[in-house]
């Protein structure tokens, strides 16, 4: 949920760099590959997004391009199979029920892109993320920063920003980064 900023550092770096340096950053909190692969399909759904593609094009891409890449590094396939609800299949056909919130990294990243793709807009999304219930702030960061990417800043509702706490702090923060990004 902390991840979703280095995009702007990797986004134009080939496959290998990124996954790289993916890697190295997620693995100062969390070491295991499965949350290293994780980290590496949010933020390519988050690269592919910047570069403006659609939602469900990104979501069948991945569907090559990580197994591909993931392949090569020879993962072990037992880990692989672990992401088979996001890489095989059409996630868009699981029911709520289906659907888990608990903050496992696995379950956080396939509510997140099921409220993205199952969706329309920022707040939609959202919602929906954060009414899954459990670890509500984390499914709702992760779908957040999505839906912030492919919707924009202005469809966050007025409302939602106005009771931002350290507001003054958050926007400091983004302006640093914005200026970082466009370095």
């Known amino acids: 949920m902390r991840i979703l900023p280095l995009i702007v550092y ?3 770096k080939n496959i290998a760099a990124r996954y790289d340096i993916i890697r190295q950053v997620s693995s100062i909190t969390h070491g295991h590959i499965r949350s290293v692969i994780a980290c590496f399909y949010y933020l390519e759904f988050a690269r592919q997004l910047i570069d403006g593609i659609d939602k469900m094009q990104i979501y069948k ?3 090559i391009e990580i197994p591909a890449y993931l392949n090569e590094l020879s993962i072990d396939i037992e880990e692989l199979k672990q992401f088979d609800r996001l890489l095989k299949g059409d996630i868009c056909d699981l029911e709520v029920h289906e659907i888990f919130s608990s903050g496992y990294v696995l379950h956080t990243l396939e509510a997140s892109i099921w409220c993205l793709l199952t969706t329309d807009h920022y707040s ?24 912030g990417l492919l919707y924009g800043a202005r469809a966050i509702p007025e409302s939602w920003i106005k009771k931002l706490a350290r507001k003054e ?9 914005k200026r970082f990004a466009i370095a």
Do not use: C, P
């Open 61 to 63: 891409n991945l569907q």
């Open 169 to 177: 702090d958050i926007e400091d923060l983004a302006s640093r980064l």
């Open 10 to 12: 990797i986004k134009d």
């Open 124 to 147: 939609e999304a959202v919602l929906k993320a954060v009414n899954l219930g459990s670890d509500t702030d984390t499914t709702g960061a992760v779908t957040g920063g999505l839906a």
